[in-house]
């Protein structure tokens, strides 16, 4: 009766330990995100999205999510921000740390392949994967510098400070080339990096800052065959062209647009996504007189709050502020737009349901009810 009461003893020990160690260090199984830092495609069909120290990734073919979590020195001091590749590789740049890493890795396994510090950036504002195996990345106060590495070899090539001191500022890489657009709302840089032999070189072509009467731009993208477009709050889009010196903006399409919301931009096949200001979203193609043309609107169920592409424009994903995430596709000159997962943003309450505690309730600041299953995150309704 001893040796049963003793075995007993020892193996509830041993759950409350169990659980204990859990509690210290949790699995995450899914998660919403109240804010979203940054976000990026990683390969065709992953989306990524990072703020404090997770990232959430969510594969758009399996319909699966993965978390990953930085809280150790091993696997990065929090997160903050997130740069994806053309394959299931990704970068991401760390927060808390005093000198912040910048880790490489894989794609599900999450192996780190390559990570280094750069001594000039003590905070990243953005990160770029490159061709050539280049990353690029843009720190803020006080130096606001760009630092190009090969993340292979774990060398850096170059540093130059920007001279644009903004916040909110957009970072995007071409999908093919070395360039880079560093964006501030009243004008924008292009950046070139050159690589010879041992020697790397970047060139700065700039764009004349906007007039007191324009709009300001709030989005930006790169065609596959590396042509840079814009779009201002008012919904026109423009274009860039270098004239050897500086950039050129080019007004390519405008409209009588009323509305508040914020504007996107991103590229889908031959074509071009653009939202807002209004509540639309225009899929925008190019007629055979070489002018663009609205070839399809559609509408999501409330405003965006981040449109992106992948690298070759196979596909996008709109995240919307509620929380909605669409995947848009394009076959035969038509736009699909689905919504594939519910993200539940700006929550407030939060609520197991006895007696079982399988289903999870949560309130957002709207008032609006939702019940998720506690292991899949599946919206119940």
């Known amino acids: 009766m001893a040796e049963g009461t003793s075995e007993v003893f020892e193996t509830t020990n041993s759950e409350v330990l169990s659980e204990e160690k859990n509690i210290i260090s949790p699995k995450v199984r899914w998660m919403n995100l109240h804010e979203i830092r940054s976000i990026t495609f990683v390969g065709k069909d992953v989306v990524a999205a990072s703020n ?12 699966t999510e993965l978390v990953y979590i930085a809280n150790s020195k091993k696997k990065g001091d929090g997160v903050d921000c997130v740069a994806g590749y053309k394959s299931n590789i990704f970068a991401f740049a760390e927060k808390n740390a005093d000198n912040p890493r910048v880790l490489i890795l894989n794609y599900p396994h999450f192996n780190i392949l390559s990570e280094f510090t750069d001594p000039d950036i003590n905070r990243y504002k953005g990160l770029c994967m490159m061709e050539a195996e280049l990353i690029c990345g843009f720190g803020g106060f006080p130096a606001y510098s760009m630092s190009v590495w090969s993340w292979r070899s774990g060398q850096r090539l170059l540093a130059v400070p920007t001279g644009v001191v903004r916040r ?100 889908l096949g031959n074509g071009l996504l653009i ?34 592409s992948s690298v070759w424009s196979e596909g996008a994903v709109a995240w919307t502020d509620s929380g909605l995430v669409y995947k848009i596709t394009e076959s035969e000159d038509t736009v699909a737009l689905v919504c594939v997962t519910f993200k539940q943003r700006h929550i407030k309450v939060v609520q197991l349901i006895a007696p079982h505690f399988k289903t999870i309730a949560t309130m957002d600041e709207n008032g609006v009810l939702c019940l998720f299953d506690l292991r899949s995150s599946r919206l119940v309704s």
């Open 52 to 63: 404090d120290m997770y990232i959430v990734f969510l594969n758009l073919k399996t319909n």
């Open 275 to 308: 939202y807002g200001p209004d509540m639309n979203l225009r899929y925008l193609k190019k007629a055979p007189e070489q002018q663009w043309i609205v070839a399809q609107t559609l509408r999501p169920h409330d405003p965006l709050f981040r449109l992106i």
């Open 168 to 267: 909110r500022q957009l970072y995007e890489a071409s999908h093919s080339g070395l360039f880079l657009c560093e964006c501030w709302g009243d004008g924008l840089i292009v950046w070139e990096v050159g690589i010879c032999y041992t020697q790397s070189v970047v060139m700065r072509r700039s764009s004349e800052e906007r007039g007191a009467d324009e709009a300001k731009i709030e989005g930006v993208c790169w065609s596959t065959d590396n042509m840079l477009y814009a779009v201002d709050a008012k919904g026109c889009l423009y274009s860039f062209l270098s004239d050897g010196i500086g950039m050129v903006k080019n007004l390519e399409w405008a409209m009588d647009i009323t509305g508040d919301n914020k504007t996107h931009v991103c590229t």
